[in-house]
């Protein structure tokens, strides 16, 4: 069974709903036959890379509400954070544009190190106290490294603007097509969508039930055909 989950770096609901997943997956009785798959999904798409600034003023600024209130809610997004054993800084973060993280998550996708990235992506955002987004591609690299991947060819993959930039519009795409307006977005096996940081209940529920109710192949009969397997090839004998 396959899981895809869209989400974003600068969403702290991905943050707490990735943890909460993969609290109930661990706990599924079929979680080694469970692939899961991490997809692209900016909140901020138009934001200049360059344009940084405080989460506290992006707050005010993009939902027209208060720094108390803004402030108020990160203090309760640490306490949701907390409760499944993450850390989460509300003092002192900034945002920025996330399209260059999301390019090199599909290059940690192709060597089988994309999870390991992006947990070190969510914990560089909102746990540490440097910068994803001021400190440029030097920090991406360091990461990556940290991920298990070559940083050589990381460092190459942030230089070159084209690349893996389809395979995230891509993405995207494929989230708006499936009515995703929001993240993140869970996906199981393109039958069934979870939106939100739902409880790890839910995640549970439906695995549960995307796994009860997977289809198994249905074949075309069509007579005997030639075929490879275990014993060998079968040779067409000619009377």
Not at 148 to 159: P, Q
């Amino acid at each position: 069974m396959r899981v895809e989950i869209w989400s974003d770096i600068a969403c702290p609901w991905c943050y707490v709903g990735k943890a909460r997943f993969e609290r109930a997956l661990a706990a599924f009785p079929h979680r080694e036959q469970v692939e899961v798959v991490h997809r692209s999904f900016e909140l901020d798409p138009d934001r200049a890379k360059g344009d940084v600034q405080p989460v506290i003023t992006m707050l005010t600024r993009k939902y027209g509400m208060s720094e108390a209130q803004a402030q108020a809610g990160e203090d309760n997004l640490g306490a949701q954070a907390a409760a499944e054993g993450l850390d989460y800084r509300t003092r002192g973060r900034d945002h920025g544009n996330t399209f260059e993280m999301h390019r090199l998550l599909h290059f940690a996708k192709e060597h089988g190190r994309q999870d390991q990235l992006i947990q070190l992506l969510y914990r560089a955002n909102f746990a540490e106290e440097r910068s994803l987004f001021t400190e440029g591609d030097t920090r991406l690299v360091e990461l990556a490294a940290e991920a298990g991947l070559d940083a050589e060819a990381a460092r190459a993959v942030l230089a070159d603007p084209d690349a893996y930039a389809d395979e995230v519009r891509a993405d995207e795409r494929e989230a708006a097509r499936l009515g995703a307006t929001g993240v993140p977005f869970f996906v199981l096996d393109r039958t069934y969508g979870v939106s939100g940081a739902q409880p790890a209940e839910v995640f549970t529920q439906a695995l549960t039930q995307a796994w009860g109710e997977r289809s198994p192949l249905k074949p075309v009969d069509q007579g005997d055909a030639a075929a490879c397997g275990p014993d060998g090839c079968a040779v067409p004998q000619h009377g």
